[in-house]
């Protein structure tokens, strides 16, 4: 066996806020995926509609009210399958929301208030409007306490409405709407908590609370902590069942007790070493030692993400649909729910509430300055958005069966929410085509604001080569190309094909020597010695200090006195700034961030995938 391989414990300083803008994985990522997600639910809701109202009708009630006994010694349980649903298998539901809401608020969208405080502020209103118009209509009816049925924005067939769709451009409004998705959760997780929670007992409730402050530390452990987990959190679930709290609501207060963390670059090269050392020398050892260092990079709450939302999407939500969606439509229980006020209430609730709530208020926060939409992002599609936020099917329907116990108002209530996410589809779809016929949407960041210029831009490689790259940077991001070999990579595959173009992005909010470093490069390259300088910044980002800046300049044998005045002049500030302010005009929020061409990169900034990029926008322009 091969001698071990020497791991560095060199410490590396922690990116404090920052989002990396492509490795970020909201809840549905991709297009495909979320038309798979909203195709299967819609599927699974047909199928229990149609079940409710064929030849068997009757089994669809007998079958999902089917009790199931778990016995232990002296203590027994019985529930039904439809509260086994419910209760149970749901958790993994709000499980993943919890996860969700965490990332969030800890290093996702939440983090930038400015950016957050519009779709916030809007969510908000797409909360209290919608129960508002619930409570004007239905009010007055035995019914008025249903009115968190109206509140929630079913996120699954949100986004993949909006794919289905298919507006010019969506990426900003989906952003947008994930944002106020996730405040949406959250007031409907606390709708549940606070209003649809019933003779609480303090104990077991105790108890529970015990058991996550135990989760919290499963952290600490040195091994065992996936096995901790579950079983604390089926402790946690348990005892919350007890304690008269919806017992869904584990799920998510397991899921705020994992820890969450951005990529540290110790922990990426630490796993890189081990692979190269798995690879070297393949053994049972390494593999393990690689498995463990590529999980410690990447943190728990991403893990489980990965790990459950495949399950959420394409087997918790369908049964769950399956189990509650299955509403006669016979001329009685349509003429009925016609007559309801309770009907009536949701749908408004819903389609109007949702839509008005949400585009008055971000169109009163953006005139009065308190927040600002992202570029390309207007006000006509915010409204498409809104009526979109009126499919409220998975909560709702959870709340229609917590909240609502006669079997009639239920399958009224029921009827409603299919109805109104109907509408609120069609609405959507109304307000996206003539919206974009009006105001054509134009694209922001996608194409290069200002061309390569060799007499201005710091390149590598032939000025004149077929192929152009071009990064946008921060020398003190740990995962700009330069620290982690990609670029180098890139450039031994192309060779003399290739040219390679660098352009500050310093990310001031959560690098303090970001704009130091960007001018000490400048400085260097008054004196040719730009890339040079890079990679000495590169290898020290915990060492950039001024002192430590003129240290390296003195390494490279530049001009000491002279590097010190460029350090200092208006000139070198300005190169930095402009590149800044080009960054801002495109929207570019997040390191590192390519252009191939003229064109922006999407997805994964890995050696082979920017090579296969760059050798596309060769054979596309042949």
Same mark, same amino acid.
């Given at each position: 066996?091969?001698?071990?391989?020497?791991?560095?414990?060199?410490?590396?300083?922690?990116?404090?806020?920052?989002?990396?803008?492509?490795?970020?994985?909201?809840?549905?990522?991709?297009?495909?995926?979320?038309?798979?997600?909203?195709?299967?639910?819609?599927?699974?809701?047909?199928?229990?509609?149609?079940?409710?109202?064929?030849?068997?009708?009757?089994?669809?009630?007998?079958?999902?009210?089917?009790?199931?006994?778990?016995?232990?010694?002296?203590?027994?349980?019985?529930?039904?399958?439809?509260?086994?649903?419910?209760?149970?298998?749901?958790?993994?539901?709000?499980?993943?929301?919890?996860?969700?809401?965490?990332?969030?608020?800890?290093?996702?969208?939440?983090?930038?208030?400015?950016?957050?405080?519009?779709?916030?502020?809007?969510?908000?209103?797409?909360?209290?409007?919608?129960?508002?118009?619930?409570?004007?209509?239905?009010?007055?009816?035995?019914?008025?306490?249903?009115?968190?049925?109206?509140? !929630?924005?079913?996120?699954?067939?949100?986004?993949?409405?909006?794919?289905?769709?298919?507006?010019?451009?969506?990426?900003?409004?989906?952003?947008?709407?994930?944002?106020?998705?996730?405040?949406?959760?959250?007031?409907?997780?606390?709708?549940?908590?606070?209003?649809?929670?019933?003779?609480?007992?303090?104990?077991?409730?105790?108890?529970?609370?015990?058991?996550?402050?135990?989760?919290?530390?499963?952290?600490?452990?040195?091994?065992?902590?996936?096995?901790?987990?579950?079983?604390?959190?089926?402790?946690?679930?348990?005892?919350?069942?007890?304690?008269?709290?919806?017992?869904?609501?584990?799920?998510?207060?397991?899921?705020?007790?994992?820890?969450?963390?951005?990529?540290?670059?110790?922990?990426?090269?630490?796993?890189?070493?081990?692979?190269?050392?798995?690879?070297? !020398?393949?053994?049972?050892?390494?593999?393990?030692?690689?498995?463990?260092?590529?999980?410690?990079?990447?943190?728990?709450?991403?893990?489980?993400?990965?790990?459950?939302?495949?399950?959420?999407?394409?087997?918790?939500?369908?049964?769950?649909?399956?189990?509650?969606?299955?509403?006669?439509?016979?001329?009685?229980?349509?003429?009925?729910?016609?007559?309801?006020?309770?009907?009536?209430?949701?749908?408004?609730?819903?389609?109007?509430?949702?839509?008005?709530?949400?585009?008055?208020?971000?169109?009163?926060?953006?005139? !009065?300055?308190?927040?600002?939409?992202?570029?390309?992002?207007?006000?006509?599609?915010?409204?498409?958005?809104?009526?979109?936020?009126?499919?409220?099917?998975?909560? !709702?329907?959870?709340?229609?069966?917590?909240?609502?116990?006669?079997?009639?108002?239920?399958?009224?209530?029921?009827?409603?929410?299919?109805?109104?996410?109907?509408?609120?589809?069609?609405?959507?779809?109304?307000?996206?085509?003539?919206?974009?016929?009006?105001?054509?949407?134009?694209?922001?960041?996608?194409?290069?604001?200002?061309?390569?210029?060799?007499?201005?831009?710091?390149?590598?490689?032939?000025?004149?080569?077929?192929?152009?790259?071009?990064?946008?940077?921060?020398?003190?991001?740990?995962?700009?190309?330069?620290?982690?070999?990609?670029?180098?990579?890139?450039?031994?595959?192309?060779?003399?094909?290739?040219?390679?173009?660098?352009?500050?992005?310093?990310?001031?909010?959560?690098?303090?020597?970001?704009?130091?470093?960007?001018?000490?490069?400048?400085?260097?390259?008054?004196?040719?010695?730009?890339?040079?300088?890079?990679?000495?910044?590169?290898?020290?980002?915990?060492?950039?200090?001024?002192?430590?800046?003129?240290?390296?300049?003195?390494?490279?044998?530049?001009?000491?006195?002279?590097?010190?005045?460029?350090?200092?002049?208006?000139?070198?500030?300005?190169?930095?700034?402009?590149?800044?302010?080009?960054?801002?005009?495109?929207?570019?929020?997040?390191?590192?961030?390519?252009?191939?061409?003229?064109?922006?990169?999407?997805?994964?900034?890995?050696?082979?995938?920017?090579?296969?990029?760059?050798?596309?926008?060769?054979?596309?322009?042949?």
């Amino acid at each position: 066996m091969s001698e071990p391989i020497e791991l560095s414990t060199a410490p590396a300083r922690p990116a404090r806020r920052m989002r990396l803008g492509r490795s970020r994985r909201p809840r549905f990522s991709g297009g495909s995926t979320e038309r798979t997600a909203a195709g299967l639910l819609l599927l699974a809701t047909l199928a229990a509609i149609l079940w409710a109202n064929s030849p068997w009708s009757a089994t669809y009630d007998e079958f999902w009210s089917t009790e199931i006994e778990l016995a232990v010694g002296s203590f027994e349980a019985h529930i039904s399958l439809r509260h086994l649903v419910n209760d149970g298998i749901m958790t993994l539901f709000f499980f993943a929301i919890g996860l969700e809401v965490k990332r969030e608020i800890t290093i996702g969208e939440l983090t930038d208030r400015s950016r957050a405080m519009v779709p916030v502020i809007a969510a908000i209103a797409g909360l209290v409007v919608p129960a508002l118009l619930f409570l004007a209509v239905a009010g007055t009816t035995e019914q008025a306490h249903a009115w968190g049925v109206v509140i !929630s924005t079913d996120t699954a067939f949100l986004v993949g409405a909006l794919a289905v769709i298919g507006p010019k451009f969506p990426a900003r409004l989906r952003i947008f709407l994930l944002t106020l998705a996730v405040v949406d959760d959250v007031g409907a997780l606390g709708a549940i908590a606070i209003f649809y929670s019933d003779d609480i007992q303090v104990w077991p409730l105790l108890l529970s609370i015990a058991f996550l402050a135990a989760i919290f530390f499963v952290r600490y452990l040195p091994v065992g902590r996936g096995p901790a987990y579950a079983v604390l959190s089926i402790a946690a679930w348990v005892a919350m069942y007890a304690s008269g709290v919806h017992p869904t609501l584990a799920g998510v207060a397991v899921a705020l007790m994992i820890p969450v963390f951005p990529p540290r670059r110790r922990d990426v090269e630490r796993a890189m070493e081990l692979t190269t050392a798995f690879r070297q !020398s393949p053994s049972s050892e390494y593999a393990a030692a690689a498995t463990r260092g590529l999980r410690a990079s990447i943190s728990e709450n991403e893990r489980m993400q990965t790990t459950f939302s495949p399950y959420v999407t394409y087997i918790v939500l369908p049964l769950f649909a399956l189990a509650n969606a299955g509403v006669r439509l016979d001329a009685e229980t349509v003429g009925a729910a016609l007559g309801s006020l309770l009907f009536w209430g949701i749908v408004a609730g819903l389609v109007v509430g949702k839509f008005v709530g949400i585009t008055a208020t971000t169109a009163v926060v953006r005139a !009065s300055g308190l927040g600002t939409l992202a570029p390309g992002l207007t006000l006509a599609r915010v409204a498409g958005g809104a009526a979109l936020s009126g499919i409220g099917f998975t909560i !709702s329907l959870f709340i229609v069966d917590v909240a609502i116990d006669d079997p009639l108002a239920q399958a009224e209530a029921r009827f409603g929410v299919l109805v109104a996410s109907a509408l609120a589809f069609g609405l959507a779809w109304c307000v996206f085509r003539v919206s974009d016929k009006l105001q054509p949407p134009v694209p922001v960041g996608g194409t290069l604001a200002r061309p390569v210029d060799p007499e201005r831009d710091h390149i590598r490689g032939p000025v004149d080569a077929p192929l152009t790259l071009v990064e946008y940077g921060d020398f003190e991001c740990p995962f700009c190309s330069r620290a982690t070999g990609s670029i180098d990579h890139v450039r031994s595959v192309l060779g003399d094909e290739l040219r390679y173009v660098w352009r500050h992005l310093p990310l001031t909010e959560v690098h303090d020597h970001a704009v130091d470093a960007a001018r000490a490069a400048e400085a260097a390259a008054k004196q040719g010695a730009f890339f040079e300088m890079g990679q000495l910044l590169f290898a020290n980002q915990n060492k950039l200090e001024v002192d430590d800046l003129c240290a390296y300049a003195d390494q490279l044998g530049l001009d000491a006195e002279r590097f010190l005045d460029d350090f200092n002049s208006t000139e070198v500030a300005n190169r930095v700034t402009d590149d800044a302010l080009d960054a801002e005009v495109m929207d570019l929020h997040s390191t590192p961030t390519f252009f191939i061409g003229e064109q922006r990169h999407k997805g994964h900034y890995d050696a082979a995938t920017l090579v296969e990029a760059l050798r596309a926008s060769r054979d596309r322009s042949a």
